[in-house]
Nanobody, 124 residues
Framework: QVQLVESGGGLVQPGGSLRLSCSGSGFTLDYYAVTWFRQAPGKEREGVSCISSIDGSTYYADSMQGRFVISRDNAEKMVYLQMNSLRPEDTAIYYC?????????????????WGQGTQVTVSS
């Protein structure tokens, strides 16, 4: 049974940092690209960052470039999202997802398996 579980969310002040974790089980995580998405209330789910499995290539949405860093530890079946310089507009539920191959994707329609999400709230 494929399962993705996110953790690490919470309440942080503007300018602060959080590290989200995504653990995978029931499949070989190192075969697949993993993408972080987020969804704020009343908004569509948007791609945040993706890391390929074939060469570790990383991709970021424009607004996250330079602030967020995605990484993976295949041995531990974990993918991380380090979020720095957080802003109130980063407040959302963050999800990790895998598709069907090692190719990266930022389109939610290509996500096949999803975690349950972890809430990130940026507020003073």
């Amino acid at each position: 049974q494929v399962q993705l579980v996110e953790s690490g969310g919470g309440l942080v002040q503007p300018g602060g940092s959080l590290r989200l974790s995504c653990s995978g089980s029931g499949f070989t995580l190192d075969y697949y690209a993993v993408t972080w998405f987020r969804q704020a209330p009343g908004k569509e789910r948007e791609g945040v960052s993706c890391i390929s499995s074939i060469d570790g290539s990383t991709y970021y949405a424009d607004s996250m470039q330079g602030r967020f860093v995605i990484s993976r530890d295949n041995a531990e079946k974990m993918v991380y999202l380090q979020m720095n310089s957080l802003r109130p507009e980063d407040t959302a539920i963050y999800y990790c997802a895998v598709g069907t191959s090692f190719h990266c994707f930022l389109d939610a329609a290509r996500g096949v398996y999803w975690g349950q999400g972890t809430q990130v709230t940026v507020s003073s």
